[in-house]
């Protein structure tokens, strides 16, 4: 018996050339611009730009937190990942943290310390640190 499943992209990951990335970390096929999916960039090589645990973790955070920003691109470094808004700042990440840990800490730090006006002026902020946040 064959079971043929479609491929569903999570994001495009671009290196050289930019590819489709499924949760999965698999790349597959290539997409047209403009793209319509928020962007991946970085990652391990060419051939397996995410692990299997890195896509988990991207795609659980960007589940957990897109009610609260929206993200137009991703840039992974070893287990630092950095998540840049629409609006332009960053979100640092690690991603041997849970994800739904640093996902909360971003919501109370945007509910009770950045009103909508400060973030027009932000730069980032910082949710790698267990028990604390960071923000300029």
């Known amino acids: 018996e064959i079971i043929i499943e479609e491929m569903s992209p999570l994001a495009v990951w671009c290196y050289n050339d930019c590819y489709f990335i499924d949760k999965d970390g698999v790349i597959f096929g290539q997409p047209e611009e403009p793209f319509k999916l928020a962007i991946i960039r970085g990652g391990r090589d060419s051939k397996s730009p995410l692990s299997k645990e890195e896509a988990t973790f991207i795609l659980e955070l960007w589940q957990e937190i897109k009610e609260t920003v929206n993200i137009k691109e991703v840039y992974v470094k070893e287990n630092e990942i950095d998540l840049i808004t629409n609006e332009k700042w960053i979100i640092k990440t690690i991603s041997s943290e849970k994800s739904s840990l640093q996902a909360e800490k971003l919501r109370l730090v945007l509910n009770e310390k950045i009103s909508e ?11 790698r640190f267990e028990n604390s946040v960071y923000y300029r």
Not at 117 to 127: F, G, N, T, V
């Open 117 to 127: 006006q400060k973030r027009k002026e932000l730069e980032y902020i910082d949710l």
